[in-house]
């Protein structure tokens, strides 16, 4: 289910950042630790295969591309004390360093230097940890798409921090996937729309896919 369409206004990519949130393997890969969390895997190829299109769509233009990939010590000691899924990280070993769940999926690695990794998250928040608000600032963005895992959990927080520091953020509602059904439809109709914009990367897709001749 695709929530959300692209406004008339037309996006800038000189001003405009897609964020990638955990697009490593212990999510993506067939055999990653984290790929049960999502109730419907299907979802997840889903978001992977709108993801790839809309990165090759926009490739050969001036859009900033960011891949924050969490990646965690084996000793999980910045998870200390945590509940939830930070608790199913720290016990099934998801995302400890040095580790093929923790890597970036291969899909990714594919667009070389086209993607800028920004290290050090350690939670939901993108920009916590990292270096992510000097990189937007630095290349002068104002406007993010995000895109990943979880929706209800690292979408929701990054965009909310994106929101308060004063971005413009749109949530590519084809390109997250939240545990299930409903608590996708729940964020995409309800939660995002109080902050944020919900657009399906298919319109993106369509303004900057190259034309054949």
């Known amino acids: 289910m695709v929530f959300g369409t692209m406004q008339r206004e037309q996006i800038d990519p000189k001003t405009t950042a897609i964020v990638l ?12 630790i984290l790929r049960g969390v999502v109730e419907e895997p299907n979802r997840v190829d889903s978001v992977l295969a709108n993801t790839l299109k809309m990165l090759r769509a926009v490739a050969g233009t001036e859009m900033t591309i960011i891949s924050t990939p969490i990646i965690l010590t084996a000793d999980y000691r910045a ?15 998801a995302f400890r ?7 970036t999926i291969p899909e990714m690695l594919a667009f070389g230097d ?24 630095e290349r002068g963005i104002t406007h993010l ?3 990943g895992m979880i929706t209800s959990l690292c979408i929701d927080s ?3 921090a994106a929101y308060e ?10 390109c997250v996937s939240a545990r299930s059904a409903g608590e996708q439809a729940s964020y995409c109709e309800s939660i995002f729309p109080l ?9 993106l897709t369509e303004q900057f896919m190259p034309v054949v001749a």
Not at 21 to 32: H, I, R
């Open 165 to 174: 520091r004063g971005y413009k953020v749109s949530i590519l509602s084809d």
């Open 158 to 160: 990054t965009g909310r």
């Open 195 to 203: 902050y944020a914009g919900v657009i399906s990367s298919a319109a």
């Open 79 to 93: 998870l200390a004390e945590t509940e939830g899924i930070l608790g199913t990280i720290k016990n099934s070993g």
């Open 21 to 32: 949130v955990g697009y490593q393997n212990d999510y993506f890969a067939l055999d990653g």
């Open 97 to 103: 360093a040095g580790s093929k769940g923790a890597e």
């Open 145 to 147: 798409l995000l895109g």
């Open 114 to 137: 086209r993607v800028v990794y920004v290290n050090g998250k350690q939670g939901f928040n993108a920009f916590s940890n990292t270096d992510l608000e000097e990189t937007l600032r």
